[in-house]
T-cell receptor, first 119, second 111 residues
Framework: NAGVMQNPRHLVRRRGQEARLRCSPM?????VYWYRQLPEEGLKFMVY????????ESGMPKERFSAEFPKEGPSILRIQQVVRGDSAAYFC?????????????????FGPGTRLTVL | EDKVVQSPLSLVVHEGDTVTLNCSYE??????LLWYKQEKKAPTFLFML????IEKKSGRLSSILDKKELFSILNITATQTGDSAVYLC???????????FGAGTRLAVHP
């Protein structure tokens, strides 16, 4: 059973360009979470999605950032007009359920991350 | 505001030593506390703790939760160089499993 897949693993963009980060959840998982990790900091929640629905985007900047999880295909985190401060590692996680019951089936499993560098 | 604080931020030990990593939290609507190990890639799941005083063990790693004092510890006995990593503590909160992470403890185990 393949784990959470993310691509690309490394992405370099110039200021003003767009960055597209992709995440394929574990097989059977329909809940996806995106986190950002700045250097020397912990992971910060950005957005939680189910298929075709954004459930909670409270951690995502209001401008330039968007996320989607279509019926078919991977989840996409899109950053428009990137700035140097967007340089970070972006991690995706998936879970089987997300019921807030602290159950093993709700455990989030992480992908290897995409390291975005903005020049 | 929900927060999770880990200490120490970094730790250097020699192989064979025992280490204790700390995690304290202040959150509304606590569901569970999780520990992850992060090497230069994906954080890998270690433990999920929901009940006070019940120790979870996996090999040389163990962890326990105190819901009254709002903290957890992660113990690693007989450390090995392969234990070198950042250890992340996260608290699950809210109506779904939203995770609030601490900044991590960077552990370096020297031969």
């Amino acid at each position: 059973n393949a784990g959470v897949m993310q691509n690309p693993r490394h992405l370099v963009r110039r200021r003003g360009q767009e960055a597209r980060l992709r995440c394929s959840p574990m097989k059977g998982h329909s809940h996806v979470y995106w986190y950002r990790q700045l250097p020397e900091e912990g992971l910060k929640f950005m957005v939680y999605l189910q298929k075709e629905n954004i459930i909670d985007e409270s951690g995502m900047p209001k401008e330039r950032f968007s996320a989607e999880f279509p019926k078919e295909g991977p989840s996409i985190l899109r950053i428009q007009q990137v700035v140097r401060g967007d340089s970070a590692a972006y991690f995706c996680a998936s879970s089987l359920f997300s019921r807030g019951l602290a159950a093993d089936t709700d455990t989030q499993y992480f992908g290897p991350g995409t390291r975005l560098t903005v020049l | 505001e929900d927060k999770v604080v880990q200490s120490p931020l970094s730790l250097v030990v020699h192989e064979g030593d025992t280490v204790t990593l700390n995690c304290s939290y202040e959150v509304t609507n606590f569901r569970s506390l999780l520990w992850y190990k992060q090497e230069k890639k994906a954080p890998t799941f270690l433990f999920m703790l929901t009940s006070s005083g019940i120790e979870k063990k996996s090999g040389r790693l163990s962890s326990i939760l105190d819901k009254k004092e709002l903290f957890s510890i992660l113990n690693i006995t007989a450390t090995q160089t392969g234990d070198s990593a950042v250890y992340l503590c996260a608290v699950e909160t809210g109506g779904y499993n939203k995770l609030i992470f601490g900044a991590g403890t960077r552990l370096a185990v020297h031969p």
